[in-house]
């Protein structure tokens, strides 16, 4: 069973910076895998897409973040990051990792809070 432990949430004011982290328990699937980041504010059902980096494609973002946010990896640690800037308010949520092996095989991670204060 693949992991994915997530870190760097927190509380941090309008404007301010966080980098999250995502490890993920095997090397040899991260390396190939998409890494994906999600979120999902308070009183949201659902997760909203927030970037993607793949193997081999340009990074994507959601216009949302565009210009704030930027994704990376890093595959000898089997690590995937967010690096947030100018953060606000509006960013405040609980934020997924999600390794996409194939559309039948991905996993989440267990989500870190970010709370964005104003």
């Known amino acids: 069973q693949v992991q994915l432990v997530e870190s760097g949430g927190g509380l941090v004011q309008a404007g301010g910076s966080l980098r999250l982290s995502c490890t993920a328990s095997?090397?040899?699937?991260?390396?190939?895998?998409?890494l994906d980041w999600y979120r999902q504010a308070p009183g949201n059902s659902e997760r909203e897409w927030v970037a993607?980096?793949?193997?081999?494609?340009?990074?994507a973002y959601a216009n949302f973040v565009k210009g704030r946010f930027t994704i990376s990896r890093d595959n000898p640690k089997n690590t995937v990051y967010l690096q947030m800037n100018s953060l606000k308010p509006e960013d405040t949520a609980v934020y997924y990792c999600?390794?996409?092996?194939?559309?039948?095989?991905?996993?989440w991670g267990q989500g870190t809070q970010v709370t964005v204060s104003s």
């Open positions: 999600k390794m996409v092996v194939t559309t039948a095989e991905y996993y």
């Open positions: 993607r980096v793949s193997k081999v494609h340009t990074p």
């Open positions: 095997s090397g040899s699937i991260f390396r190939t895998a998409v």
